[in-house]
């Protein structure tokens, strides 16, 4: 009977000349959910584990020339860079208000507010549109979180941190993920 339901109604929004297809915030949140998966699989189980836990190796910006583990954020910018060399019909990136690295701070407008929006609000997800050139885009910002002590010592840390207070489960920053309507 759901089958049934499911054609006719299909036929239906076919008939009015309306298109099929999934909603660009629940896209968005699809895409945050499997590189917020991964990011905080890599991060536990792989850099905190083998660097904090274990004292195997070291995770280091300069991983490949000190033979070290990437930074979980030099994973999720290799993922992004491939996602985008398949034009897969979106991009994502790790900016913070506090990069480390300059190239990971906001560069518009929507990522400034959307990016003070989750700090602001723990918990909840930025959403909001935007042209870039000549394309419109639904640009999602999520709460980038702090899910290992790695994440927190790595930044504290760091000597060209602009902030050295994190704590863990604290917002450091966040995945923006920009789908073109």
Same mark, same amino acid.
């Given at each position: ?20 297809g ?13 590189i ?20 195997v190796?070291k ?29 897969a019909?979106?991009n ?15 560069r ?11 700090i #602001?609000n !723990?918990?909840?997800? &930025?959403?909001?549109? =935007? /042209?870039? $050139? ?21 930044h504290n840390?760091?000597? #060209?941190? !602009?902030?050295t207070? &994190?704590?863990l489960d =604290? /917002?450091? $920053? ?8």
């Amino acid at each position: 009977m759901r089958i049934v339901t499911f054609i006719v109604a299909a036929a239906l929004l076919s008939a009015c000349g309306q298109k099929q297809g999934i909603a660009p915030e629940r896209m968005a949140d699809a895409i945050f959910a499997v590189i917020e998966a991964d990011r905080a699989s890599y991060t536990n189980n792989v850099v905190n584990r083998l660097q904090n836990e274990e004292k195997v190796i070291k995770a280091d910006e300069h991983w490949k020339d000190n033979s070290a583990l990437p930074l979980p954020a030099q994973m999720m910018r290799m993922g992004a860079e491939r996602v985008a060399e398949k034009e897969a019909g979106f991009n994502y990136a790790l900016l913070s208000l506090w990069a480390i690295n300059k190239q990971n701070k906001p560069r518009t407008e929507l990522e400034k507010e959307g990016l003070q929006f989750v700090i #602001d609000n !723990p918990g909840k997800n &930025f959403y909001g549109r =935007e /042209t870039l $050139g000549d394309t419109e885009y639904f640009t999602a910002i999520y709460p980038d979180v702090a899910v290992s002590p790695a994440c927190v010592s790595c930044h504290n840390d760091h000597i #060209d941190s !602009p902030r050295t207070d &994190f704590e863990l489960d =604290e /917002t450091m $920053g966040g995945v923006v993920v920009r789908i073109p309507l």
